[in-house]
């Protein structure tokens, strides 16, 4: 059997990589790091602010994410990063060559929707469209799946499991017993 992957849940602000990237990790029993934990201060001052980030001042934490990923090869990992160019998956992947990504994709009205409900967050709804702009979709010959992320988190998990088990590796873990779904 193949190694477990290294999971890079991605996507624009609001797609639900911080709710969603946990729920994978359980489910693949992986570890989950939370993307945003590894920005410096002066980029959380930065976005806050509803200034977009430049790339400079991306790199360090896109090293630190990947640092992050390069320790989990072998073992398995699942981290949460926008992940938006992809001149900033290709560093990420060199720092971790087997990295698949897991891009969070959908519709902008309901993404703007999730991240005007949510509270205490930093990246403001004003910052959505300069991500839509930065957003490169994964090519085809990046590692990889879309999924779209309508529904409830757990149908979203449901379909992001499957998706990854079709690219193989260690993430074809037995998934969980069944639980009632609750109101």
Known sequence: MEKPLVVVVMGVAGTGKTTLGPLVAERLGAPYA???????????AKMSAGV?????????????????AGEHAGRGGVVSCSALKRSYRDRLRAAAPGAVFLHLAGD???????????????????????????LQPLGDDEAGVAVDVSGTPEEITDRAVAAL?????????PPPPARPLLP
Not at 36 to 42: E, L, Q, T
Not at 109 to 131: C, K, N, V, W, Y
Not at 165 to 172: P, Q
């Open 108 to 134: 902008r009205a309901l993404i703007e929707g999730r991240m005007a409900a949510r509270r205490g967050h930093f990246m403001p709804t004003a910052l959505l469209d300069s991500q839509f702009a930065t």
């Open 52 to 68: 977009p980030l430049d790339d400079a001042d991306r790199w360090p934490w896109l090293d630190a994410i990947g640092r992050w």
């Open 165 to 173: 088990r079709r690219l193989g590796g260690e993430a074809t873990a």
């Open 34 to 44: 939370e993307g945003d934990d590894f920005h410096p201060a002066a980029n959380i």
